[in-house]
């Protein structure tokens, strides 16, 4: 996710889209791949009344990118993601990576893109 996000933000002139759709593969699948076991056991404080299977796999994404860039225990990838992110979850932003993730439903791609910052973030 992080080296898709990095190479969106470097090419994503060149090659609209390229990497987007990856982006929003991963923010859409991600739970289901390889962590919907995690909702009961470490991530079970994920389920509450506005439960959304899809933003809390985006959600943990957000999380576990934070995580893995964290033991480098260098702040340099981290502000650069976050440079990276903060554009284009900014509702008055230019969405450009939303609109390029889902050209039929950016709105719900913006979605996805928020809970992977608020999980990058460590918000809920």
């Known amino acids: 996710m992080l080296v898709k996000l990095i190479a969106w933000s ?8 390229k990497n987007a759709y990856d982006l929003y593969l ?3 699948n991600y739970l289901e791949a390889v962590n919907s076991q995690r909702l009961d056991g470490d991530a079970a ?3 509450d009344d506005t439960f959304d299977y899809d933003c809390t796999g985006a959600w943990l994404l957000g ?3 934070r995580s893995v860039l964290e033991q480098s225990r260098n702040e340099q990838p981290i502000s650069t993601i976050t440079d990276i992110l903060e554009p284009q ?9 939303a609109a ?5 439903d ?3 791609a913006l979605t ?10 460590g918000r809920r």
Request: aromatic share 6%; net charge neutral.
């Open 10 to 17: 470097e090419r994503g002139r060149d090659a609209p889209g």
């Open 45 to 47: 404080y994920l389920l």
């Open 100 to 104: 390029e993730m889902d050209r039929v």
């Open 112 to 121: 996805l893109l928020q809970e992977f910052h608020k999980g990058f973030l």
């Open 89 to 97: 979850v900014d509702p008055a932003g230019t969405l450009r990576l």
């Open 26 to 28: 991963m923010l859409r």
């Open 106 to 108: 950016p709105v719900r």
């Open 63 to 65: 999380a576990d990118a």
